[in-house]
């Protein structure tokens, strides 16, 4: 069973930084593209970064230059560095990954459990 599993939450005062970390675990024969999305109260779930396998990086306009995308393929693991954070990223944090369970599977898209980031003085 394929699990991936977020860290580094919690609450930061404004401008201050946060470093999430996601690490995929199971039976996956691939791991293509890796995100973080974001869900505020009241608000869809939005794309803030994601990572292709060969790391090429894309951005919601509203983190460009504060946000960083990384992963490690060799272990399975994307994370977010967030810097100079603002009380607007306040929300609900998830990594996604499109990956493929064998050689003969399609991809499927797979999320974690969620992780809260709150901004706040």
């Known amino acids: 069973q394929v699990q991936l599993v977020e860290s580094g939450g919690g609450l930061v005062q404004p401008g201050g930084s946060l470093r999430l970390s996601c690490a995929a675990s199971g039976s996956i024969f691939r791991i293509n593209a890796m995100g973080w999305y974001r869900q505020a109260p009241g608000k869809q779930r939005e794309l803030v970064a994601a990572i292709t396998r060969g790391g090429n990086t894309n951005y919601t306009d509203s983190v460009k230059g504060r946000f960083t995308i990384s992963r490690d393929n060799a272990k399975k693991t994307v994370s977010l560095q967030m810097n100079s954070l603002k009380p607007e990223d306040t929300a609900v944090y998830y990594c996604?990954?499109?990956?493929?369970?064998?050689?003969?599977?399609?991809?499927?898209?797979?999320w974690g459990q969620g992780t809260q980031v709150t901004v706040s003085s």
């Open positions: 996604n990954a499109d990956l493929r369970l064998s050689a003969w599977s399609g991809n499927g898209a797979y």
